[in-house]
Every structure is written in structure tokens, then in C-alpha cells.
């Protein structure tokens, strides 16, 4: 699930836009700060401007503003505006002067390069070039030799917005400059935000691309064919490199053709040769002479210019010519082909070619699709993975019917596609959909075909995995990561709040992976702080990145050295970022490793090791970290030890600064090597005694060299332990005039005091030297947090139970969200105090917090993690607090929950009251309550009081709502009020058995009481229900009766005032069928009827009467009028001799009669005129031989399954039917099934084997005569 989304923050509250300007001109833009005094730069092309004549820079307060002035063609680029960290970018677009003369432009030629659309007619009397060179937006021999170049990306040329008619063509063209390019640059076409048009390339749309060796660009054209309405919108050209990326977005306007109306085609064709102005007309759009193979007249753009053609030949032929309105359309649609000279010549139609295109694609028009009879839809959409049904309705059940994709025929292959034949409905399937079936389908019958385009829309792309803030130094490389749930789905970057593209700056760089998309940054700097965000069509993740100025610090200095000679020395230092390199100077100059001089960086330890020191060593050593004005310095000292020879006896010396019992301090860190070189002298050679001294228990441990004389350590204590190892961790190594201590990788456990002891027959010396082991504090315990709001924390901890030996210097504290990996580091400064307020988090977010001790040698491990929080705010207070209702004792509050309520949720509501003039707030009820009103009783009557509400969640109580006013606990006298619905201000119209439901409201206080009234009496009925409450009454009858009819009054009284209404109610039903229907009189075929109004008209008036007629023979009712309001009527158009009933219902607002009135005795029609005698006729022999109409066919079938002959015969009578193999009768072989229905025969033959191949023949017999047919049937073998 994607994290909230954090607001960016801008340093700008108006931001500069882009503008356009003329050549010579100047240009002015404004951007306005949010805080004034704040420092403001401009770039032009990424390069900061500084103030001159041509650039005006001017700061006001918050407000700023740049004036460019002589405004020149290099000025068309990119410009910023800097302040802080926010950077806003803005072009100004430089365009030329108009000139008088009219010019096409190059650009522009590539969007009116329509067929079937022309441009205006030129001003001069010279014709207007061919179509074929308006097709061709730029033509490879005739571009420009200068180009003007892109500075911003990539584009020569762009795509200009074009229109054109349906059916119509157009080319949009792109040119790219390639002087600067290694390699041709890829090119993609889409339509709208999303669809690549690369895979629709086909019948309507082509994609060219050639390069033009003279003028080094490249041109890619995209050609539309045949327009439709369809294609209109929106398109984008995206062009690409390997290090530059452009898009241009433009739209294309496809007109509806305009029909031919009322036009005088005789005009249209006629190719005249007017003096003057009528020439030139003629010569701008009419004349095709020359051009035959150039397409068809544009009859659009000759519609469209009807009108002015037309008045400019009537001021010059009025005189000479009258035209006769005839509509030609007309005569020839009906004239054949070889009468269409003769009709040109007779109306004066000379452009007879044009004129038959014309007349041909008109009648191509008219026609109509005989093979289907509803064809697919224009375009179809679908969503990724979902099915989609095509339908066509088909002329004929039949017909053979064909699916194409892209022009490639579809075939049955699983369940991806399923072919359905329903009646005339011919269905296609596509299960599954993917983006592979995003394409142009086709049904084809014959001839015929019906098109459509299949869109595959895919699913919403949602955040798996989203960012995570990140805390880095300036220069160092910045990554950010996000998963989302589509392979190769397309996101977007932003930085507080701008989309960042590699067009916009080159630092950023864009990578995919699956489904894992990265922003890298490679050197971040200061400004690139800021809260970025991906966003795909499904969601979005926001992160925060910290850039920090570096600081180094120096963990371990080098220390100064004293060395003798042929013994090695070692300078070392810790610095705090491992990847920070440096340099060796000796007394200022660089230091060069060679055999003996050896340079070392490992981690954050530098080291230069000499061995063999030399006298030439002795000098000032410095090491210098590279981009840090750093100098850490040491100096090599050389010992040079000279021993005179005395022959006699000496006691032995140990030489050290630490002579006596009194210990001297050596510091070793913890995992370093401690080397301790002990001269000594005296003669004969001294033997050594090592001894480690136990404070505690005042024990002594204790190591001799190998040459001490046996019995030496009789002189030591029981507890010692000689340490004589040469090798090991712990070792003790002899030479002549020294001896040499060694720890390798010192511990906490070799930490104490060391004597040395020296004797020899001439006396013996001690010296005690304490060995200190230093290390990195332990790492602290869990740090505790405290005090938790909307986006901070307080954060408390204690120091560590160790210091490692050296004093802690401060802490550093890290947080990370509960499911990430990601520590983030909050403080570079070391803190010194033991509790910290961390801020910017993100409400909502489950953190954990953990601290870092860190001393003069470094950094500890890690505390535990603290226990996990999540930052929450109390909500704002509750909304819109008032007083609904205030009786003598009790009191209705309500309120709307708050604004913003937070990630803590909203437990519930506290509501207090407070006396006026007292300062003690009183719980009203106890405990929380979740609803958004409370009736608060058993107040004191007259007391005035303040009443407040609170809401509560986790994080703790919002602030108050409080009455404005104290509020009087007393009965407040309302007078009653009675408000009626409009509906009932009318009569209520009920039919019988309906439910009557009527609520009525009404006002006053106190309590009024209710009464209902009918028809002047108190209402007491049983199946009439009243129920009344505080604001309104309600009448309620279940089943609603006729008697429940009348007048009802309802009256609402407090004490002496008083409040009525009237209601009227009508119930009603159908009413009863009419009385005494009688027959007056009878002429020729007509019935006069006569009949009385019903008993029972329902309780509503009669609006008429419906009267019906059956004939005696059949008794079918015919309406012979309805809504008749007469109670008579004559019924005409009988027929004569036949007899009929009549009946009549009579017909309220609800409905007919149940039953109706009838003649008690039928009406006879009498004949008249003479008796008919029908003609005889000869019987006419319909008999027939027979005759076979479908023949049987010769059949190869395999062994094993059934196999069917068929034929087709007529004859009359029905002829018998017999089968026959080998001229042997099959009617009695269980073997064969003989079928015949509706005159076709089959013979099924039940598994056939290779024993019934043979010749088959069929006989029918008949009284007429008889027929016979045969075929060959060959069995085979299964493979």
C-alpha cells in the first residue's frame, strides 16, 4: 500500500510562465517568494544570467522579475528561476514578424497536406500548385540548407496541428537534426496519452522515415489514409537517443464531408475563360487541365466556395446566360451511361470526367451492404484480461463467414477465441484479452467486409513496495527504488511537485527492471533535496531525501614516533567516511611508495609503514584527505643507541622515562598491535623477567626468556606463571641491548600494569609500566519514546554501561519505517545531550528509533530498536456545536465531527458543563460516547450553563467547542404550527385496498396535543391508526375501504392557541358495468345502440365508455370505439348476413368496468342485390414423374464412423424410395437407416468397413413414372 502523500513545499507562491515574444522586442518575467529577503538567481540554458542592458534583473521585497530586452531568434531557449531548493523552468517562444506578402510555411505544409482539402486560393492570378506536391509535407530535394536548430531537445521540425475531411489524407512530418548523432534515433508514434501506433500500421495509417545526406537530419512522416472521425484527437511524437529524449505533442480535426444539396453542378464543371477576375477564379480552384493524374477534384473546398464563385459569374454572365433550375443530380443518376455526353452538352457541363467520378462515388455511396444486416461497431474497448464479444447480424444463416486480425484470417486454436452462430447473429469471442489482441478485426462474407479496432485498455498500476527516505552527503550517488505490480508499466517522477524527464536536466537517470523502476541521481547536491514522488494511474509514493554538506572527522590521530635503526615505523589514522582518499607529505612533499615505504587504506584507516628507518627518515609526516582542508601531523624521531664496551661488571639498566614503581600509562586500542621496545644494559647480559601485576588480588604473572639460569624463579611469588612464548598473541621477544613486549590484536583482558625485571650477578632493576586497552562504548539500551505528535517525537535514552575506556563524546540517532530495512540517520552533529526531538515524520507511519554511543575511538553497535510508535495528533474540534432542543430539566446538544479527525481514528466524544461564573467543568455522562447528539437530563431548572464537547483518540483530547452564550435550562413556549405537504393541499386520490401513509409535521412547545376530526365527528374508527410524536402525526389505514372516504381535520393546541388543517381523502374503484344496452335501430351496415349510465361509478366520475362487437360464428371481441362520453353510439362497416352481440364498460380514472352490458339477442345484417354464382373450374392435374434436383456425390470415408449419402428429389404423388448396393436391395439390412423429410433422402450406413465400399443407387417410383441415381463410396482403412 503506497504511503501518504507528503505536499511538496515551494519557496514560490507565483511562479513565472512561459511567453511569447517578436525578434526586436522584450519580454517580462515575475515570480513572487514566500518570505521576502530570500535570494533569488536566473539561468538562461542552464547558465546563470547576471545583469546588463539586454537583462534587467529587479528585486523588490518578495517580488522579482527579469526584462530580456532586443529580443533575439538565440534568445528562443529554456530559462529558471532559483530560490533555495526550488527551481521553476519556463521557455520564451521567439517568433518573427508578419509580413505582408502571404508565405507557406515548411511546418505548416505538413499539416495541410491533405488530399481533398485545399488551401485559400493564392492572390495572384498564377495557379495553385498540384495536389501532388501538397501531399509531400517536406520534400527531401527542397529543405532549407539552414535549419533552425532545437536547443532544448532534438526536434528540427515539429509536427503542426492538422485538419482534414472524412476520407481525406494527411501527412505529419518530424524532422530531426543527426550531425550530432552516432546513430539513427528511434521514433514512436501514439494517439492519446498511452497507444502506440508503431502495430497499427496498415490500410489507414503508413510510418516512413529516410535521411537526408545533405542537410543531416532525419525526416520519419506518418501518413493517415482514408480519414475517419475516428481519428480524431490528440497525438504525440516521442524521439529518442541514447543520452536525449523529446516529445511534441499535436491534434488533428477530421470534418464531416458536406453533402451535395441543392449545388448547380453546371457550374461546378464547367471550365470557363472569364476576362479578368472571373479568370482568376476559374484558374485558382476549377481547372484540372494538365492534371488528370493528380486525383479527383476537391468538391469540398468547390462547395465550400460556391457562393462567392457564383456571384463573381453572375456580375460577368448575368448579361449573356439565364439559368434554368434543374436539377441535373437528378437526370443523370436515372440517364444510362451512353446518355451522359449528350446531357453535359445540353446543360454545358465541359469537366465531364470530374463530373463521372463524381457521379460515380455518389451511386457507390447509395449502396447498400446485402450481406449484413448490422455491422460492427466503429471500435471496441476492452479491459486487460477480461472477454469481448463481436457481433454482426447476417443477411443470409448460411453464408460462409470469416474473422481477420490485422489482415491475417483467425482460426480456432483452445479457448482464446470461440466462433458463434446464433439465428443471423455471428459472434466472435476473444477470452483473456492482452495487449497482443489490440488490433484492427475484419468480417468477411464474399465480397463484404464490416471493420472495427479492438482497444485493450490495461488494469490500474498500484505501488507494491514504495519509497523510502534516504539521508545522504553532497556528491554522493542517490538511488531510489519503487515495485509496482505490472512489468514494463510506464510511471512518472516528480520532484515537489515538477515532473522530472531527461529533458528537463540530465542528472536524473530513469531505469526499469521487471517491475522495479529506479531514479538515480549520480552526484547529489544541495538543491536536490525534496520530497519525490512516482505516480502510476493506480497510486503514488512519496519519499524525502536529506543532502548534507560533508564533514570529516578524525577518529584517531597520528601520533609522534621514536624509532631506531633498521626498526620499523608505522603512522596511522581514523577518519569517519571510509571512501575518503588522501596523501602522504614528508616535511610538505609527497610521499612515493616504494619497496620499503608502503601507503595503506583500509576502511577508514590510513596507514604509511617504513621499514629499515634510516637516519634520512627523520622528518614531519602530514596526511592530507582529498577535498578536505584537513592536516593531520606527526614527527619521526631517530634514536641512535651507542654502547661503549667496559670490561668489568655493570648492573644491569633498564633505560625508560617510567624508572621505579611508579606506573606510566601506555593507551592501545582495542584490536591494534602494541609493540613496547625495553632498551636495557649491563654486563654480562641481563636476564629478563616479565611480570603482570594482579591489583586485586596482589598476585604477579610472570614471564622469563629462555636463558634465564635455573632457578631464577625461586625469587618470584607461588602465583607467578612464566610467559616465555616467542610466538603467539601474548610474546616476549630478546635481543642484545633490548628487549621487546608484543599484544597482538590487544583485548580488554590485557589491560593491567607490567613489570619488567633485569638482573644479572651484578645487581638487578624494575621498571612497572601500565598498559590501558581503549575501545568503542557498548552500545546503549533501547531508547524510550516519550512524547508523540502529528510528525515528531521526543526521544529518550541512557548512556551505555561501558564507555570503552575513553570518555562518550555524543550520540547519533536513526529511524526507519517498521517494514523497511533502511535505517535513516537524523543527526551528522554528534548529540551530546541524552534525549532528542525528532521531526518531519509522517503521521500515520509505524517507526522504530535506535542510538549510537560514540567516544574518541568510534562508533558502538547499534542499541535494540526502540519499541515501535506510530506519529498521531489529537483531532481538531468538533464542528457546528449547537442547541436543538432545551426543556425544564433537560438539554439536546449535537455537533459535526471534526475536520480532521488523523491517522489516530476518533474514539469518541467527552461533553461537560460548567455554571456560569464557575471555573469547575462537570461531566455530563460518563465515559465516551461515539454519537454526534446527547440528551443530557436531571438539570436544575434556571440555572444557566456552559456546555463544551471534546473528541478523543489515541493520541489524546482536541481542543474544545464551546456555547457561545450560557444556556437557560426553562421550557421555552412555541406557538403550534402545522406544516402541511403540498400533496395534500389537493384531494387524496386512493384506489380501494391501497395502505393510506400521511405524515404530517408540525411545531410547538411544549408537547402539543393532536386531534384528528372526520367529517366534523371525533375520528374512532378500528382500522384507522394515529400515532403522534414530538414534531409530527401520522394516519395510517392498511387497506383503504370506500367508507374511508371524506373530509379529515387535524388540530395541534398548546394551552389556549391552536393550529388546523383539512385533508380530503377519496377512495375509489372501477365502476360497474352500464344498464339496459338495447339495439334501436339496423340500416344497410350500420347498428345504432342505446344504454343507461352505471349504478356505481366507482366514487369518481365516468370518463367514458368502450363498445365491442363479436360475430355469432367465432365470438371474438373486436373494439369497435373507446372513450366514447355518449351513452349512445352507431356501429358502421358490418358485414351483410352475418349476426352480432354488442357489449359496452363503462371506464372511470382507474380503470374498465369488471364486466360489461350485452345484447341479449345478436343483430342480423340483411343481403341485398342479386345471389352470386360462383364459376366452374377444370381440375388441374398437378402430378409430376420423379425428377432428382440435388445429385449423390461420390465419398471416400474412413472405417469406424458413420457415414451419410444425401441427395434431393421432387414428384407428385410421393414417390417410394429404394436403396441399392451392387444393384442389391438394402431395405431389409438392419445395417442402413434410410431417412427422407421435406423431399431430401438419406441413407446412413452404421460403421462402415472396407466390405461396404461399392456403387450405391438410389430409385424413386411414382404412378408418373420413376427416377434413379447412383455414386461411388469408398471405406478406408484407418492409418
Known sequence: MPEPSKKAVSAFTKKPKTTEATTGGSAIFEAETEKAGIKVKWQRAGAEITE????????????????????????????????????VKFELKVKEPEKSEAVLPTEASSASAVLGVDSAPAVTGSPPPPTDSIQKSVPTSEIQPELPLDPIGLFVTRPQDGEVSVGGNITFTAIVAGASLLKKPSVKWFKGKWMDLGNKVGTHLQLHDHYDRNNKVYIFEMQIIDAKMTYAGGYRCEVSTKDKFDSCNFNLIVNETPAAGDTDIRTTFRRMSLAG???????????????????????????????????????????????????????????????YEKIAFQYGITDLRGLLKRLKRMKKEEKKSTAFLKKLDPAYQVDKGQKIKLTVDVANPDADV????????????????????????????????????????????????????????????????????????????????????????????????????????????????????????????????????????????VAELFVQEKKLEVYQSIADLTVKARDQAVFKCEVSDENVKGIWLKNGKEVIPNERIKIAHIGRIHKLTIDDVTPEDEADYSFIPEGFAYNISAKLQFLEIKIDFVPREEPPKIHLDCMGQSPDTIV???????????????????????????????????????????????????????????????????????????????????????????????????????????????????????????DYCSVEWQPP???????????????????????????????????????????????????????????????????????????????????????????????????????????????????????????????????????????????????????????????PAITKEPITIREIVQRPKIWLPRYLRQTLMKKVGETINIVIPFQGKPRPRVTWMKDGQALESKDVGIRNSNTDTILFIRKAERHHSGTYEVAVQIENMEDKVTITIQIADKPGPPQNVKMVDVWGFNVALEWTPPQDDGNAQILGYT??????????????????????????????????????????SWGLSGTAATTKTPVYIQKTGTIYKPPSYKEYDFSEPPKFTHPLANRSVIAGYNATLSCALRGIPKPKIFWYKNKVDLSGDAKYRMFSKQGVLTLEIRKPTPFDSGCYTCKAVNDSGEAEIECRLDVRAPQ
Open 52 to 87: 546588463s542592458k539586454k537583462y534587467i534583473i529587479k528585486s523588490e521585497g518578495n517580488k522579482h522579475s527579469l526584462t530580456i530586452n532586443n529580443i533575439e531568434k538565440d534568445d528562443d531557449v529554456t530559462y529558471a528561476v532559483i530560490a533555495g531548493s526550488s527551481k
Open 402 to 541: 470469416k474473422w481477420l486480425k490485422n489482415g491475417q484470417e483467425i482460426h480456432v486454436s483452445g479457448s482464446k477465441y470461440i466462433f458463434e452462430a446464433v439465428g443471423n447473429k455471428r459472434i466472435l469471442t476473444i477470452n483473456h484479452c492482452s495487449l497482443a489482441d489490440d488490433a484492427a478485426y475484419q468480417c468477411v462474407i464474399g465480397e463484404e467486409k464490416s471493420f472495427t479496432e479492438l482497444f485493450v485498455r490495461e488494469p490500474p498500476v498500484l505501488i507494491i513496495h514504495p519509497l523510502e527516505d534516504q539521508m545522504v552527503m553532497v556528491g554522493e550517488r542517490v538511488e531510489f527504488e519503487c515495485e509496482v505490480s505490472e512489468e514494463g508499466a510506464t510511471v512518472k517522477w516528480q520532484k515537489d511537485g515538477t515532473e522530472l524527464t531527461r529533458e528537463a536536466a540530465f542528472k536524473y537517470r530513469f531505469k526499469k527492471d521487471g517491475k522495479k523502476h529506479y531514479l538515480i541521481i549520480n552526484e547529489s547536491t544541495k538543491e536536490d533535496s525534496g520530497h519525490y514522488t512516482v505516480k502510476t494511474n493506480g497510486g503514488e509514493s
Open 1107 to 1148: 363498445i365491442q362487437k363479436a360475430d355469432k360464428k367465432t365470438m371474438e371481441w373486436y373494439t369497435v370505439s373507446d372513450h366514447c362520453r355518449r351513452t349512445n353510439c352507431v356501429v358502421s362497416d358490418l358485414i351483410m348476413g352475418n349476426e352480432y352481440y354488442f357489449r359496452v364498460f363503462s371506464e372511470n
Open 801 to 959: 554501561s561501558f564507555d570503552g575506556g575513553q570518555p562518550v563524546l555524543g550520540y547519533i540517532l536513526e529511524r526507519k519505517k517498521k517494514k523497511s530495512y533502511r535505517w535513516m540517520r537524523l543527526n551528522f552533529d554528534l548529540l551530546k545531550e541524552l534525549s532528542y526531538e525528532a521531526k518531519r515524520m509522517i503521521e500515520g507511519v509505524v517507526y522504530e528509533m535506535r542510538v549510537y554511543a560514540v567516544n574518541s575511538i568510534g562508533m558502538s553497535r547499534p542499541s535494540p530498536p526502540s519499541a515501535p510508535f506510530m506519529p498521531i495528533a489529537p483531532p481538531s474540534e468538533p464542528t457546528h456545536f449547537t442547541v436543538e432542543d432545551v426543556s425544564d430539566s433537560t438539554i439536546t446538544l449535537k455537533w459535526r465531527p471534526p475536520e480532521r479527525i488523523g491517522a489516530g481514528g476518533l474514539d469518541g466524544y467527552t461533553v461537560e458543563y460548567c455554571k456560569e461564573r464557575s471555573t469547575e467543568w462537570v461531566p455530563a455522562i460518563y465515559g465516551l460516547t461515539e454519537r454526534t447528539s446527547i440528551l443530557i437530563k436531571d438539570l436544575v431548572t434556571g440555572d444557566k450553563l456552559y456546555f463544551r464537547v471534546k473528541a478523543i483518540n489515541l493520541a489524546g483530547e482536541s481542543e
Open 277 to 339: 477576375g472571373g479568370r482568376r477564379m476559374s484558374a485558382a480552384f476549377l481547372s484540372t487541365e494538365g492534371h488528370e493524374e493528380g486525383g479527383e477534384l476537391n468538391f469540398s473546398a468547390l462547395l465550400k466556395k460556391r457562393d462567392s464563385f457564383l456571384r463573381s459569374v453572375n456580375r460577368t454572365e448575368a448579361k449573356t446566360e439565364s439559368q434554368p433550375s434543374v436539377d441535373v443530380w437528378e437526370i443523370l443518376r436515372k440517364a444510362p451511361p451512353s446518355e
Open 668 to 790: 592501545v586500542v582495542a584490536g591494534n598491535k602494541l609493540r613496547l621496545d625495553v632498551p636495557i644494559s649491563g654486563d654480562p647480559i641481563p636476564s629478563v623477567i616479565w611480570q603482570k601485576v594482579n591489583k586485586n588480588s596482589d598476585s604477579v604473572q610472570s614471564s622469563d626468556d629462555s636463558r634465564n639460569p635455573p632457578g631464577t624463579s625461586s625469587d618470584l611469588s607461588n602465583d607467578n606463571k612464566l610467559l616465555s612464548e616467542s610466538e603467539g598473541r601474548v610474546r616476549v621477544e630478546m635481543h642484545e641491548d633490548h628487549c621487546v613486549f608484543i599484544i597482538e590484536g590487544a583485548e580488554k583482558q590485557d589491560e593491567g600494569v607490567y613489570r619488567v625485571t633485569v638482573k644479572n650477578p651484578a645487581g638487578e632493576d624494575k621498571a612497572d609500566i601500565t598498559v590501558k586497552v581503549i575501545d568503542v562504548p557498548d552500545p546503549p539500551e533501547a531508547p524510550k519514546i516519550l512524547n508523540i505528535g502529528e
